[in-house]
């Protein structure tokens, strides 16, 4: 019953801190990378300026995946992101499942010097496109 009298006389506090949460979780998702929709994925793909990067685990990845793309694990990122210093310099696509780990992959590796995005809606966005995955690694 407290918490109702104390939010009723203090709004305007409430409200400033519910703006700052919102506006500390844009910042905080913007450091992973800009999100990149599906059909511009295919576009940037077919042009051959991007590189896809999918964290999904191996098993994931091999039973679907966006033709092109090249595994490293999320949970392999930070030992194996060197990988992607053999590749022609290009700007980076980070793609998961459903989302959930492509904004701290994309994170670290901005942290290392690469342009990221992130695939927004995942492996599971693309799916519901009806756009093609290759199976097999």
Known sequence: MNFFIFVSEQW???SVLMALIYVLI?????????????HELV???NAEEVLLVDVRPAKEFAEGH?????NIPHTKLASRYIELE??????????????QHAG????LLADKGYDVRRLDGGIMEWRS???PL????
């Open 129 to 131: 496109e009806n756009l």
């Open 104 to 107: 701290s992959a994309g994170k």
């Open 12 to 14: 305007l506090l409430i």
């Open 43 to 45: 576009s940037l793909l």
């Open 86 to 99: 053999r590749q022609p310099p290009k700007a980076l696509v980070v793609a998961d499942q459903y989302g």
């Open 66 to 70: 966006i033709h092109g793309a090249i």
């Open 26 to 38: 844009i910042y905080e998702r913007g450091k992973g990378g800009k999100p990149i929709a599906q």
């Open 134 to 137: 290759v199976k097999g690694t």
